[in-house]
């Protein structure tokens, strides 16, 4: 059982040295476009519950 759990995370080590991780300037990037989706979303959908909360009060 332990031979298979040290194979497991060598190959586990491996695997990670083999990914190609973004740059600095990249990942900055990718979590404001995150951000900014996120932010424009749930403004969305506040308005559109607003809109449907206004209509179910109008009934």
Known sequence: ???YLGNF???VGQEMKRVSWPTRKELTRYT????ATVAIMTVFF?????GISEL???L
Request: zero cysteines; charged letters at 15%.
């Open 1 to 3: 059982m332990v031979k």
């Open 9 to 11: 995370f060598q190959s």
């Open 32 to 35: 404001l476009v995150v951000i």
């Open 46 to 50: 506040a308005v559109v519950d607003l």
């Open 56 to 58: 179910v009060r109008l």
